[in-house]
């Protein structure tokens, strides 16, 4: 019985597709640009969690389990806002 037929002629070929995909997925950041970003975004964590907790309506409101669905919560609270505030045409 015949296997499969290869996807790659060769072990360099499939190097290449490999390092392409990674190319593809992998972005280059300063390391401590990144770092201050990261250290950035737990103090806005620990902020609105203390917030919450204080009774702040805007952070008791916000979905705050991680990093990223903080950003998301607020930039949705904000957009929410701007379109309460702006004038009807």
Do not use: C, I, W
């Not at 607020?74 to 702006?86: D, G, K, T, V, Y």
Request: net charge positive.
């Amino acid at each position: 019985m015949a296997g499969r037929p290869r996807q790659y002629a060769s072990a360099a070929e499939k190097m290449a597709a490999y390092r392409a995909r990674q190319e593809q997925r992998t972005l280059l950041a300063d390391r401590a640009n990144f770092e201050q970003t990261q250290q950035l975004l737990a103090r806005l964590m620990d902020a609105v969690h203390a917030a919450a907790r204080a009774g702040e309506p805007v952070a008791s409101g916000l979905e705050a389990r991680t990093q990223l669905g903080l950003l998301e919560s607020l930039a949705a609270h904000f957009e929410s806002q701007a379109r309460l505030a702006s004038p009807k045409r």
